[in-house]
């Protein structure tokens, strides 16, 4: 079955896409020119847990009531 998908989708997604330009992603071989350090990385992991464990959690927390 996932053959015939895969056959399938292979065939009609250059049809639904029809004629656009298709873009690469500009990659850079050159280390970064700053160092990042211990602190900013974890704060940017927090920050990105927060937002995406955040809303999840207060809907768990809150689940009795939105039942009623």
């Known amino acids: 079955m996932s053959g015939l998908l895969r056959t399938i989708s292979c ?3 250059p ?3 029809g004629h656009s330009v298709c873009l ?3 990659i850079n071989t050159r280390p970064a ?3 990042i350090g211990a602190v900013e990385t974890l ?3 927090g920050l ?3 937002a995406i464990l ?3 959690g207060w809907i768990l927390a809150h689940l009795e009531d939105y039942k009623k």
């Open 11 to 13: 065939r009609a997604a």
């Open 15 to 17: 049809a639904l896409r």
């Open 24 to 26: 690469r992603a500009n």
């Open 33 to 35: 020119k700053e160092k």
């Open 43 to 45: 704060v940017g992991l």
């Open 48 to 50: 990105f847990s927060v």
């Open 54 to 56: 955040g809303p999840s």
